[in-house]
């Protein structure tokens, strides 16, 4: 058998979304994670690109976690003709089925709208895919048990080991031709309100390591919740309301936690308090059925979500909007390229008495970007409308680790890779982390582009 080794790297290189890699070993082929690309639209558009690889040709795709950016290709994929096996945790799936199904809804609700309203530069507008190809890619799902070695078609061992980050995250180890590659996902941190501190690898021959928050430091916790009370008591004495788009993944469970233990301590005034993402709701199920992947206890859980109202349709979202009682709403999506938040931008975002609150990552080129980098308008629906609202950004949340978590979680591999490839990084992150990985640890690395093809 021909040995040979090679790696493409085919998203999340030189960037920081469209997470795709394809690992050839002999006449094998195994993608490790299958995201689609957000932000910038010259990203957004390699979404619609026909592959260079044949899909019908890859045997199985490797998921590290949930996640939009990790997950959102699959059904287009399949669309493409892959028919293989797509394995990950058992909530890494069912949170990939949640995000799939909403976004064909949404990509299939927006395409209609773009065609009823013409705002679209094609005729028709037609979605990425749809629901009928999310129903014809869960077939194909294959939960595997973290922390165990599992043989994938004969040539890989895998392994799944728990990451932080989110509920079902992990990063994987594939062993091939006596070589060890480390595909480290998205890593959490070490100390998290929700989630447990990562797991590390002890060997890596071939590591790929993301590089999101490579050259930043996060704030402590214990100066993000006096930020978050002052926050809201500050909009609801102007009389507004706070908005806070959220990934409906994780981010959303953290806040309404956050939230509900400031209500309990009598920090903030007892006004309503809304999670207006169908996902989300999804998601606090998956909680309740995923014991072992977090911190919260049944009953906080069902004490927490006792205090937010879960909206269950538009017509409920359309009526809040128009509400003018001070309120808090958790809405998706969390960089506003999509999501409930923007029915809300659509009639708010020129009320200078209510907030819009950042509490995650804004990759370049989305809505939450501009805003936060000072735009004064904001473009909803093929409308452009003015943008008056407060904002504020509480940096600290993100579920990603720092650069000190990201060296740390290195700190078993004993032996320095062959290889060390920063992944998943707008430049500065990827060359800040390069740096510090140099500085601290003596290693050289590569910080491969787009479509670069490597041999191992």
């Not at 070993?25 to 993608?31: F, I, Q, R, T, V």
């Not at 399949?78 to 990509?107: H, R, W």
């Not at 409906?248 to 207006?276: G, H, S, Y």
Request: with cysteine; net charge negative.
């Amino acid at each position: 058998m021909n040995d040979k080794m090679t790696i493409n790297f085919l998203g999340a290189a030189g960037t920081v979304t469209g997470s795709k890699y394809l690992l050839e070993s002999g006449n094998k082929k195994l993608m490790v994670d299958c995201g689609v690309f957000q932000g910038l639209k010259e990203l957004r558009l390699l979404n619609w690109e026909q592959p260079e690889y044949d899909p019908k040709s890859i045997h199985a795709v490797l998921l590290t976690h949930g996640h939009l950016d990790h997950t959102g290709y699959l059904a287009r994929l399949v669309k493409l003709g892959f028919n293989g096996k797509i394995y990950g945790s058992a909530p890494t799936l069912k949170i990939a089925e949640i995000i799939l199904k909403d976004s064909a809804k949404i990509q299939e609700e927006e395409a209609a709208r773009a065609n009823k309203e013409g705002y679209s530069k094609h005729s028709p507008a037609e979605a990425f895919y749809d629901l009928k190809d999310v129903e014809n890619t869960l077939p194909l799902f294959n939960p595997v048990s973290e922390g165990k070695w599992h043989v994938i078609d004969d040539a890989f061992k895998v392994r799944w080991q728990y990451n932080g980050h989110i509920i079902g995250s992990t990063f994987i180890e594939v062993e091939t031709n006596d070589s060890r590659l480390v595909f480290s996902g998205d890593i959490g941190r070490k100390k998290d309100l929700l989630l447990y501190t990562p797991k590390k690898p002890e060997k890596a021959d071939v590591l790929l390591i993301e590089s999101t928050y490579g050259g930043r430091i996060h704030p402590e916790e214990e100066s993000i919740v006096p930020e978050l009370e002052r926050i809201v008591n500050e909009t609801v004495e102007r009389g507004g309301s706070l908005f806070i788009p959220s990934f409906a993944v994780e981010r959303t469970q953290l806040m309404m936690l956050m939230l509900w233990r400031l209500l309990k301590e009598k920090r903030i005034p007892k006004i309503p308090m809304i999670m207006d993402s169908p996902m989300g709701a999804n998601v606090l199920h998956l909680f309740h059925a995923s014991r072992d992947w977090h911190k919260l206890k049944p009953e906080e859980c069902d004490e927490m979500c006792s205090h937010f109202q879960v909206v269950s349709n538009y017509r409920e979202t359309l009526a809040l909007r128009e509400d003018n009682k001070s309120k808090i709403v958790i809405a998706g999506s969390g960089m506003m390229t999509g999501g409930r938040i923007l029915n809300y931008m659509e009639t708010r975002s020129g009320n200078s008495n209510d907030t819009l609150l950042f509490v995650g990552y804004q990759a370049e080129g989305t809505r939450g970007r501009k805003l936060l980098e000072g735009a004064k308008e904001i473009k909803v629906y093929g409308k452009w409308l003015p943008f008056n609202m407060h904002m504020e950004h509480i940096e600290g949340l993100s579920a990603h680790g720092d650069q000190n978590d990201l060296i740390d979680w290195l700190s078993e591999i004993k032996k320095q890779p062959e290889k060390v490839f920063i992944i998943h990084g707008e430049a500065e992150q990827a060359e800040a982390l390069s740096k510090a990985l140099e500085d601290n640890k003596g290693w050289q690395t590569d910080i491969p582009q787009l479509n670069q093809k490597v041999e191992l």
